[in-house]
């Protein structure tokens, strides 16, 4: 377990949201955000549509993949989150993503993940001393929850990549190891 923390979540309910590696026996929980392309809408890969597509690609890019969580909500999968590393000269940086089940959306859930691994990722890869992420945008609420953790906002990309067939704008985000997080 990567840590956890107490979030309220809406009503009146405590839960406990936690980091941890995302396994095969997850499939199920994986296929729920996956196949959804309301979640999809800003990430550069198309909604899974069938499960032997999302076992391959646990198996050949999760399991091996030097940081990649599960955003658990007491303990079962609700999302990811993950860290990519660069090597050579740029790996005093790391590239930041993650992706929260639709039903789970404006509960502060993504904002404490984020948070949970700004705290530990600089003192788990001492070689990082940038966390990046680039966002659509379009994309508001990833722009909020990276900001409200404390990422500073550099400046928009035009035209940087394309996104579902379209050039898009990009906002380049970024925390160093010595920012204050808030
Ligand atoms: C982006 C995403 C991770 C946000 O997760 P979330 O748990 O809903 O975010 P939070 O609840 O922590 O919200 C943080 C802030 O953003 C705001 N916000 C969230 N979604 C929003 C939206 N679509 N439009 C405007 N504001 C939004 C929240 O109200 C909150 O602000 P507040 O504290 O001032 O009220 C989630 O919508 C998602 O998984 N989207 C699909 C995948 C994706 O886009 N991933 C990011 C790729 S860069």
Redesign the pocket.
């Known amino acids: 377990m990567e840590g956890g923390s107490s979030c309220k979540t809406g009503g009146n309910e405590f839960t406990e949201i936690t980091l941890r590696p995302l396994d095969l026996s997850d499939i199920d929980d994986f296929m729920v955000w996956a196949t959804d392309d309301k ?1 999809t ?3 550069t890969w198309e909604p899974y549509t069938s499960k032997e597509d999302a076992i391959h690609f646990i198996n050949n890019k999760v399991l091996p993949h030097p940081w990649f969580r599960a955003i658990c909500l007491n303990g079962r999968p609700i ?1 990811a989150i993950s860290v990519t590393k660069n090597s050579g000269n740029d790996e005093c940086r790391g590239e930041l ?4 089940g639709f039903k ?8 404490k993940a984020v948070k949970l691994v700004a705290n530990t990722i600089f003192s788990e890869w001492p070689q990082l001393e940038r966390l990046e ?1 680039i ?2 945008a379009e ?4 722009q ?2 990276l900001e ?1 953790v404390g990422f500073q906002r550099e400046g928009v990309l035009r035209k940087f990549m394309i996104l579902k067939g379209k050039t898009r704008d990009i906002v380049m985000f970024s925390l160093l190891s010595t920012d204050p997080q808030s």
């Open positions: 979640v809408r800003f990430c999302g993503g993650y992706v929260l789970y959306w404006g509960k502060g859930i993504a904002t992420a966002v659509d994309n508001v609420g990833s909020k929850v409200k």
